[in-house]
């Protein structure tokens, strides 16, 4: 029987099968050999065999489309630890205000599921404290670069359906600092949804020996989310420096006009990124977060 793992914690797993949940455990054989990763996660498409008593034993895991990982340093290596398998989407939320949107973490997140090749949807919510206008005018050139966008407000249920629309049918992934409304967002969608949601990700993320639960939310009219607080703690560590051009939609192809192979894209003549940012083609601040992100540090200070 196929279905998916919707929740695991201490070794026992929920599968939703086509007509019923399922508690399982998972069969010995698949945890023999040397270990460098998460042998299953919450995502994992599995077959099950249903036992006398109603509980069930995994028998198999498919392979995975997709996956947020992160690599942990261990004394035998590094160890690949699955926050959630075959995602179909990124959501990362930010506020326009209240609390003040922190554009460098967004620019963080969206290297990781360019990483993960894993298509990532910003929402704007709090518009109703900025307006329309405004909220175009700081954020519109995520647009421009080419990821989706979405502006919402809980309270005045700007974009709620839009973003209904988009949870639909698909596994999503959540995350976003603290206070910008994710939980609020998710409860306008379906009561008690965000909630939820807010629980298991606060008892993941009290403290090293606390069990970890991770799990998926149905929402209805089809479709999973998660909160996934593992995410916020992905270092850029796991990237070589070298690759952060590559996860800049708009810095990849330029970076070969340069004239210098090696161009640090910071000072040398006849830079194509210096140029792209000098005529407004690359917006400043994502320079700006190119530079502290690839080199940990800030630009020399140019009015751009």
Same mark, same amino acid.
């Given at each position: 029987m196929r279905g998916l793992l919707i929740r695991s914690q201490s070794g026992f797993f929920t599968v939703q099968t086509e007509s019923s949940l399922v508690v399982c455990r998972l069969r010995g054989r698949l945890k023999q050999g040397r270990r460098t990763g998460d042998i299953i996660a919450v995502g994992d498409w599995v077959e099950i065999s249903v036992l006398d008593d109603g509980t069930g034993m995994i028998e198999s895991i498919e392979d995975r489309r997709t996956m947020f990982s992160r690599m942990a340093p261990? +004394?035998?290596?590094?160890?690949?630890?699955?926050?959630?398998?075959? +995602?179909?989407?990124a959501i990362f939320v930010f506020a326009c205000a209240e609390p003040e949107p922190r554009l460098r973490m967004l620019d963080r997140f969206l290297i990781v599921a360019e990483k993960a090749e894993i298509p990532a949807l910003i929402v704007f919510n709090k518009v109703d404290l900025v307006g329309m206008r405004t909220a175009r005018k700081w954020f519109g050139h995520y647009k421009d670069i080419g990821y989706s966008i979405l502006y919402t407000s809980a309270s005045t249920r700007r974009g709620i359906s839009a973003l209904h629309k988009q949870l639909r049918g698909k596994i999503s992934v959540f995350a976003g600092p603290s206070g910008v409304g994710k939980s609020t967002l998710l409860n306008v969608i379906q009561p008690n949804l965000g909630l939820a949601v807010k629980e298991v990700s606060l008892s993941s993320n009290k403290g090293r020996h606390t069990t970890v639960v991770r799990e998926l939310f149905p929402v209805v009219g089809g479709g999973y989310v998660a909160d996934t607080p593992g995410l916020k703690a992905l270092a850029l560590w796991d990237i070589e420096p070298e690759e952060v051009d590559g996860y800049f939609p708009e810095l990849r192809y330029l970076v070969a006009e340069c004239r210098f192979s090696n161009c640090t894209h910071l000072h040398e003549p006849d830079c194509a990124v210096q140029a792209a940012v000098e005529d407004g083609s690359v917006h400043y601040e994502r320079y700006e977060s190119y530079v502290r992100l690839r080199y940990g540090e800030e630009t020399d200070g140019q009015d751009w």
């Open positions: 261990t +004394p035998r290596g590094e160890y690949q630890q699955i926050l959630i398998a075959n +995602p179909d989407q």
